[in-house]
């Protein structure tokens, strides 16, 4: 069976800090990829999505980036946090071909 | 931007059936209405998906009225684990990646 991962569970950070979070997936290959944000009380947003190694889409400007390494691997990274940026992070995978997306368990940034 | 409605929260006694409603008239023909779940502090938790078709899984039940305007979930034995955020969305088939995310329904399972 199919599960994913993500660390870290929590995160501090200093505002100006570097970020990087990592989103693993098992039991699946070539699966399209997703990252999200939740801010307090308000609905998930999607920041990113990639359909393979490499190929990264963007849907929001703002100073995030990820990165596609692996076929199973997606990061979400920052240069600079700033304290707009505290939030729960979701990744999602879904199969290639197939319709619903399933998700991991997060990780809750804050920037002070 | 949210193409579906939901009520803000509800309340289920434990046991009882949870009736969830949500109103989506501007739903198109190749557009599945899917319905998601967060418990507090985790990831959502895919619940049901369906087109025009009345669905029914191991976690819950969805009608989807004749018309596609709106749709409801239903959970037939609420139990105190069932407390969360529900959402209902929309989403074309095929490649299109976005799930809109609304606010969805706050629901309380109560002892």
């Known amino acids: 069976s199919q599960t994913i991962h993500q660390w870290p569970a929590t995160l501090v950070q200093p505002v100006g800090s570097p970020l990087s979070l990592e989103c693993t997936v098992e039991?699946?290959?070539?699966?399209?990829l997703y990252w999200y944000r939740q801010a307090a009380g308000r609905g998930l947003q999607l920041l990113f999505y990639?359909?393979?190694?490499?190929?990264i889409s963007s849907e929001v400007p703002q100073n995030l980036s990820a990165s596609r390494p692996q076929d199973r691997q997606f990061i979400l990274s920052s240069k600079k946090l700033l304290l707009s940026d505290s939030g729960f992070y979701l990744c999602?995978?879904?199969?290639?071909?197939?319709?619903?997306?399933?998700f991991g368990p997060g990780t809750r940034l804050l920037v002070l | 931007d949210a193409k579906t409605t939901q009520p803000t929260s509800m309340d289920c006694a434990e046991g009882r059936a949870a009736n969830l409603p949500c109103n989506h008239s501007t739903i198109s023909g190749n557009e599945y209405v899917y319905w998601y779940r967060q418990i507090h502090s985790q990831g959502p938790q895919y619940i049901i998906h369906?087109?025009?078709?009345?669905e029914t899984n191991e976690m819950a039940s969805l009608i989807i009225t004749e018309d596609r305007k709106s749709s409801t979930l239903i959970l037939p034995h609420a139990t105190l684990r069932d407390t969360a955020v529900y959402y209902c969305?929309?989403?074309?088939?095929?490649?299109?990646?976005?799930?809109?995310w609304g606010l969805g329904t706050s629901l309380a399972v109560n002892p």
């Open positions: 039991g699946t290959s070539n699966p399209n």
């Open positions: 999602a995978w879904r199969a290639s071909g197939g319709e619903t997306q399933y």
């Open positions: 369906g087109l025009k078709n009345n």
């Open positions: 990639s359909v393979g190694i490499g190929q």
């Open positions: 969305i929309v989403k074309s088939a095929g490649n299109n990646r976005k799930l809109i």
